[in-house]
């Protein structure tokens, strides 16, 4: 809601205080102020002129010549874009060298050939509203000459937030009484809402045929009305509120609603027929809103109908075919209370939200349905000209509040911490009247106010709660599992961002098809019974779906390198239902393009070394058969030989298929319990130098390296430090070495930490460890 410091100030003329003491005052007691606009400030050498003339612009269609009239000896010529405008028109005039709020700097010029000596402006060029469309039209009594300062003084607008328990601020008058009650203030000045007139039962014209969503309803006839532009003043309160100057009778309509926060709505009498009926809606009927679009309703929807058709939704937005034209002359104004669950409904439902059911849905005073008829009936008799009927319309009876909340001043002393001693005279500011045995009588515009902890709470914002002191209201605790957990896997993240990957997140709900992009089987899956959409019907089984989508969106967008990994619940019936699980998806160069070195694409390899490192253990590979989705496909054991996961290299046409420029490897495995996971160890770097030693060998074809490695480090050692292959040979011959033989060279590296060691020490162990290879593994050793 915005709010106009100058037009709330109407209603409390004592309020003396800073914009910035009233955005803190705001703030401290609930309402949140999101900005703070000021308007009209500054704004020198704009004046009002009188539009004399105007013809077309001789080179261009769209602009016209006007000659105008400013207060001054001789009148100005100004090229004008608008069309809103006719001759004796009053609008803003920017002479030269006004600056206009947006930085905007006025000059004599020419536009297309024709000399301008100024510009006249719209709502928007001089900062009072975003309505651009057209100039501003100004009243036509308004003196020519007049600087636009003097007719709109310098104006602060605050932006609030208003939560939703508090529908009584949705109104100037409800945010004055709320500023009188914090400032200590005398209560606001507001209008006289009494009327001569006097509600009248007649059935022939008003029936309420569904009292559960409208139980009261008043309705008044107002003729000889004009409809015409809005007065200055009207129109400057609207555009400060952010609401758009349509006519006179519709924007009374939105000043009351403003003014008082009750929603009230016009019809053109011409329009309609009566009776007037508040009735639930028929299935299948249709009604032409103000907002242009069409809504086909139903029996839950309430309407106010007349005898043939339906004129407006009941709380949230009247009808095109029965709203006030410009030849309109006779109008019908409404008032009503409705229900507020009813209202959110049908808006929500509908998808139309409008500034009425933003109040209706949250709830209106219900005392305010004839006041605010009496407001809007005396500003159409002052600003149209109407006269309205001596009687009012009504139906239904208004519902009753009577709310007594019983009010302890010890109880509000135990939950505050302190005494407020002042606390009867607060409660007393905010409205309430005290009763019999500490009973309090809640005002109706309070439907915030229900038991004895909202007027504590009352009592404690008026107080100021930042002078309440705070206590001590707990302790530490140990962390539990869950924060173990959650901090594990944050640890995880870091280390997969550190090693270039990027994590991406996708839905926990897949569709069947999805199911073809996993590496492992399936097998049973949890399936939705009533799925929301088409691809959201099964619990995932594995993250790769998911991961390789995130990496096809990257592909399709131009990335050539993608190195994705998601952590995640797969679901899994049988397994303990929810697993943890880590899936990376790999392709494309796996260092940045660089002049000076050769870029390498990621392979099966790199995946395997992360996720060892995610795992903190070296992990057994073993192949697999080919599927649909991967050409090379191997599962992932632990040290312990369970299966952790698997390992696979997707088929050229898959890779095609999901836009990638190069292989592309994935892989997904079940961590392992935190508590499992070794710890990571530092050890200073080494002081002093290492000896290479090679080993070259003929083996079986069907020898697996890790075989070799296991050998070699179960020998303990402790000068070897490391074992790296750097050759394997295979000769499809048989020429040089047996078809189902193939040849090994390794490295192993030696070293002690506490001395340089001699070629004798290394011989020894190194003679030691060809042998066991040979023992062990029955291979041949290539010497020479």
């Avoid at 004046?47 to 013809?55: G, K, L, R, T």
């Avoid at 770097?685 to 079986?700: G, H, K, Q, T, Y």
């Avoid at 490295?747 to 001395?755: G, I, K, N, V, W």
């Amino acid at each position: 809601m915005k709010l106009s410091l100058n037009w709330l100030r109407e209603y409390l003329p004592a309020l003396n205080r800073s914009t910035d003491e009233i955005v803190e005052a705001l703030t401290f007691t609930g309402v949140e102020v999101e900005g703070v606009e000021v308007r009209g400030s500054g704004i020198n050498q704009v004046v009002v002129a009188e539009i004399q003339s105007f013809a077309p612009h001789p080179n261009a269609d769209r602009l016209s010549v006007c000659r105008v009239n400013d207060g001054s000896q001789f009148p100005r010529q100004i090229v004008c874009g608008a069309k809103n405008f006719k001759s004796g028109d009053k609008v803003p005039l920017a002479l030269p060298g006004a600056v206009l709020p947006d930085g905007t700097k006025i000059k004599v010029g020419k536009l297309r050939g024709v000399e301008s000596e100024g510009m006249l402006c719209s709502p928007k060029e001089l900062g009072f509203s975003e309505e651009a469309d057209g100039l501003m039209i100004l009243d036509r009594d308004t003196k020519v000459g007049l600087p636009i300062g003097d007719l709109f003084p310098p104006d602060t607008v605050l932006d609030l937030e208003i939560t939703p328990d508090r529908p009584d601020l949705l109104s100037y008058i409800g945010i004055a009484r709320e500023l009188s009650i914090i400032f200590r203030l005398p209560g606001p000045v507001e209008p006289d809402f009494s009327s001569g007139s006097v509600p009248v039962y007649d059935t022939g014209k008003v029936q309420i045929t569904a009292p559960e969503a409208c139980p009261f309803a008043v309705f008044q006839e107002v003729t000889q009305v004009k409809v015409g532009p809005s007065p200055d003043w009207i129109r400057q309160r609207l555009e400060a509120a952010g609401l758009r100057s349509i006519n006179n009778v519709v924007d009374i309509t939105n000043y009351v609603m403003l003014e008082t926060g009750k929603p009230i709505h016009a019809y053109d009498i011409s329009r309609i027929s009566w009776p007037i009926n508040v009735r639930f809606a028929r299935t299948g009927e249709k009604l032409l809103a103000l907002d242009g679009k069409t809504y086909e309703l139903n029996e839950t929807h309430l309407v106010i109908a007349d005898s043939e058709k339906a004129l407006g939704l009941g709380g949230v937005m009247g009808g095109e075919e029965s709203g006030v034209i410009p030849t309109t002359t006779a109008i019908l104004v409404e008032s009503a209370y409705f229900e507020p669950g009813l209202i959110r409904k049908t808006s929500r439902g509908l998808g139309l939200i409008s500034d009425a059911s933003f109040r209706f849905e949250r709830g209106v005073d219900p005392e305010s349905v004839l006041a605010a008829l009496h407001r809007a009936v005396q500003l159409l008799k002052e600003v149209a000209s109407g006269i309205p009927d001596d009687s009012i319309l009504a139906g239904g009876k208004p519902p009753v509040r009577d709310r007594k909340i019983l009010f302890r001043p010890a109880r509000c002393t135990e939950i505050a911490g302190i005494e407020i001693s002042d606390a009867p005279q607060i409660l007393e500011r905010v409205g309430l009247k005290r009763g019999d045995d500490d009973h309090w009588q809640v005002p109706s515009y309070r439907l915030d106010l229900n038991r004895e902890i909202d007027l504590i709470e009352e009592v404690c914002r008026y107080h100021g709660v930042q002078k309440i002191p705070g206590r001590l209201g707990g302790s530490p605790t140990k962390s539990s599992d869950i924060d173990l957990a959650h901090d594990e896997a944050m640890l995880l993240r870091r280390k997969l961002t550190g090693l270039g990957l990027s994590e991406a997140r996708s839905l926990v709900l897949i569709d069947q098809e999805a199911l073809k992009n996993t590496l492992g089987p399936t097998g049973q899956t949890f399936r939705l019974r009533n799925p929301l959409a088409e691809d959201q019907q099964i619990l995932r089984p594995s993250l790769i779906p998911g991961l390789l989508r995130g990496a096809e969106r990257n592909f399709n967008r131009g990335a050539r390198t993608v190195a994705l990994f998601e952590l995640g619940q797969v679901f899994l019936p049988g397994e303990g239902e929810e697993v943890t699980r880590l899936a990376i998806v790999l392709s494309g160069q796996s260092e940045p393009p660089s002049w000076n070195q050769t870029n390498r694409e990621y392979d099966l390899f790199d995946a395997k070394s992360i996720l060892e490192l995610v795992s903190g253990h070296s992990l057994q590979v073993r192949r697999e058969d080919p599927t649909d989705l991967a050409a090379l496909l191997c599962q992932v054991s632990s040290p312990d030989g369970s299966q952790a996961g698997y390992l696979g290299l997707l088929r050229p046409r898959q890779a095609r298929a999901l836009g990638a420029k190069s292989a592309v490897v994935v892989a997904e495995i079940a961590l392992p319990h935190p508590a499992a996971r070794p710890a990571f160890k530092f050890k200073p770097l080494e002081r002093f130098p290492a000896i290479n030693r090679d080993v070259a060998l003929i083996s079986p074809r069907s020898l697996r390296w890790a075989s070799v490695v296991s050998i070699l480090k179960s020998a303990k050692e402790p000068l070897l430090v490391d074992v790296q292959v750097f050759d394997l040979f295979l000769d499809p011959t048989g020429e040089k070495i047996p078809v189902d033989k193939k040849s090994l060279a390794c490295s192993l590296t030696y070293r002690a930490s506490d001395r340089t060691l001699t070629q004798e020490e290394v011989n020894e162990v190194h003679q030691r460890l060809k042998q066991r290879l040979v023992d062990e593994l029955g291979v041949t050793l290539r010497e020479g």
